[in-house]
C-alpha cells in the first residue's frame, strides 16, 4: 500500500542475540526513519538516516545500529537483545529530510526476545 | 525536548456522527509539523492528515480535518459522518525538520459504532 517494505514479519529471538531487520524504502526515498513501538504504545523514534547517513537519534543505547544502503533499503541491528526490545519495530521513508510530504510507514517486524 | 500528549486514551462515536480527539505538544523550535496518523488492526500506520506549524489555516481532507492552536500548542482531529472503517487507533505526531526527529502520543483508540 505505501510502496515500503520490511522483512522479516515475524522473528523470535532469545536474550543476549542479536538480530537484524529489513526495511525497503519507496525508490527515491533519501531519508528512512526507525521506531520502536510497544504493545499499547506509540512508536518511539530509534534514529534517522538520511543519504547512508545518520542525522537524528532518540533515547536508544548503541547497541541500536542502522545502516542505509544507495539502493533504498537499510537495516536495523540491535546487540545484546534484551527482553524489553520484544515490540514491533517499523521503518518509514521520505524523499528528504525537511520534504513537505509526509513519510511512508512499512507494516513493521514483530520482534519477541525470550 | 519535544513531547506529545494525547490524553483521551479510548473513544467510541456512531456511525456518522461527529468526533473529536485532542493532542497537545511542547516543542522549542519554530520549525515542525504535525501529524495524525491511523494504525488499524492490520497495523499498517497510514497518514491521515498533516499540519505546516508556519501555516495559521486549518488542514482539512475529506471528512478529517484539525484545530491547530500554534499558541496554545493543540492540535485537535474531528472526524466527520464517522465510518466503521474509521475504527483504529489514531497517533498524533510532532516532526522536528532541523533535528530529523519524530514524537509520537500514545495514541487513542477509536470504536466506530453501528
Known amino acids: 500500500e505505501t510502496g515500503v517494505t520490511q522483512s522479516p514479519t515475524h522473528l523470535i529471538k532469545t536474550r543476549g542475540q542479536q538480530v537484524t531487520l529489513r526495511c525497503s524504502s519507496q525508490?527515491?526515498?533519501?531519508?528512512v526513519s526507525w521506531y520502536q513501538q510497544a504493545l499499547g504504545q506509540g512508536p518511539q523514534f530509534i534514529f534517522q538516516?538520511?543519504?547512508?547517513?545518520?542525522?537524528g537519534r532518540g533515547n536508544f543505547p548503541p547497541r541500536f545500529s542502522g545502516l542505509q544502503f544507495p539502493n533504498y533499503s537499510s537495516e536495523l541491528n540491535v546487540n545484546a537483545l534484551e527482553l524489553d526490545d520484544s515490540a514491533l519495530y517499523l521503518c518509514?521513508?521520505?524523499?528528504?529530510?525537511?520534504?513537505?510530504?509526509?513519510?511512508?510507514f512499512g507494516p513493521g517486524t514483530r520482534l519477541l526476545v525470550l | 525536548a519535544q513531547t506529545v500528549t494525547q490524553s483521551q486514551p479510548e473513544m467510541s462515536v456512531q456511525e456518522a456522527e461527529t468526533v473529536t480527539l485532542s493532542c497537545t505538544y511542547d516543542?522549542?523550535?519554530?520549525?515542525?509539523?504535525l501529524f495524525w496518523y491511523k494504525q488499524p488492526p492490520s497495523r499498517q500506520m497510514i497518514l491521515v492528515i498533516r499540519?505546516?506549524?508556519?501555516?495559521?489555516q486549518n488542514a482539512t481532507e475529506n471528512r478529517f480535518s484539525v484545530n491547530f492552536q500554534k499558541a496554545a500548542k493543540s492540535f485537535s482531529l474531528k472526524i466527520s459522518d464517522s465510518q466503521l472503517g474509521d475504527t483504529a487507533m489514531y497517533f498524533c505526531?510532532?516532526?522536528?525538520?532541523?533535528?530529523?526527529?519524530?514524537?509520537f502520543g500514545d495514541g487513542t483508540t477509536l470504536t466506530v459504532k453501528p
Open positions: 516543542t522549542s523550535e519554530n520549525n515542525y509539523y
Open positions: 505526531a510532532l516532526y522536528n525538520t532541523n533535528a530529523g526527529k519524530s514524537t
Open positions: 525508490s527515491g526515498h533519501n531519508t
Open positions: 499540519q505546516e506549524a508556519y501555516k495559521q
Open positions: 518509514a521513508s521520505r524523499r528528504e529530510v525537511g520534504d513537505q510530504e509526509t513519510q511512508y
Open positions: 538516516y538520511y543519504r547512508e547517513e545518520e542525522n
